[in-house]
């Protein structure tokens, strides 16, 4: 997660072209060994690229990489806040939860942290009056679009980096900042990430462990979430998440049968991932409300083929 003395140097890259280490230092104001450090912190994640000058002198410039992006256009249209001063690398995580009112209680619970760990993430936002209090919820104020931007191309950073440098071609599907679904494209890189501890594997590559077996086109999916068991009700959502036509909410629907998870359980799940109504239609549906495929959403089969689908596979 970026530094204050890594945003302090973007802010000088993203001002002028390039810079030495003894001009960053000087603007700045640290030492050159602590900007050589975070320079090689910076390369690594590729938001900077680096030449020689005159005597092997370093000569750093940003990337046009989608945190850089979102970076300039925070300072640009929000230019009388020092972000670099602001920004701590907690604020940044919690600042991906402020895309909608949340409550306090449920970041800390997501986060894995305290509420007062959240509380003090929070403080220089709330000094600053960018928070929008709607009674014991928080959300960023609608000007602030660009933090939120930002937070999220941080987060989406720091796992695509992660997951990269065990698969080179995965990419990111959905994350959070202490989650991340990914695919990746060949079989090299899932051999790697099926030998990794932190990676399980999820959607239909994940059903074989519920009695469940489906053709699977293409490589598996992968989830990272190392201080969280994978549930049944994720590997629901991760399936609608990387694709949602009939045959995989079909499917979704088997395990949901199958393992006899509770409506309640799902939607709270769901709710992260922004399928909450998609879930709420597919209960209906397994209830008997055959109706529920003529509203919208996702494409959810016609009774009868969902009924041979269970037949198929054995589930009453």
Known sequence: MLSGTALEILDVLCFQ?????????????????????????????????ESRQHH????????????????????????????????????????????????ITAIADRLGITRQAVHKAL???????????????????????????????VVTHEHRTRVRTLAPSATIEWCDPTRALVRVQTADDTDALQRAPEWDMTGLAAFHTYDLQFFLA???????????????ADVVCHTLVL?????????????????????????????????????????????GDFDATDDGGPSIPNSREYAALKDQYGIA
């Open 17 to 49: 072209r390039d810079a030495t280490a003894k001009e960053l230092a000087a603007e700045t104001g640290h030492s050159r060994k602590q900007i050589y450090r975070v320079i090689d912190d910076l390369l690594e994640g590729n938001l900077v690229d």
């Open 243 to 287: 694709e949602a036509g009939s045959r995989r909410v079909s499917y979704a629907m088997l395990l949901i049968e199958q393992e006899q998870i509770s409506e309640a359980e799902l939607i709270e799940t769901s709710i992260w991932y922004g399928i909450k109504e998609e879930i709420e239609r597919m209960y209906r549906f397994i209830e």
């Open 56 to 103: 092997n002198q370093r000569v750093v410039r940003a990337t046009d990489d989608a945190v850089v992006e979102a970076y300039r256009q925070l300072t640009s249209k929000l230019s009388h806040v020092d972000w670099s001063e602001l920004l701590s690398p907690a604020t940044i995580r919690v600042c991906w939860y402020l895309d909608e009112p949340r409550r």
């Open 123 to 153: 403080g220089p936002l709330k000094n600053r009056a960018m928070l929008a209090p709607s009674g014991p919820e928080y959300a960023l104020t609608d000007d602030l679009q660009p933090l939120r931007d930002f937070a999220q191309a």
């Open 218 to 232: 293409g490589e598996p999916a992968f989830w990272y979430a190392p201080d969280d068991q994978l549930t049944p």
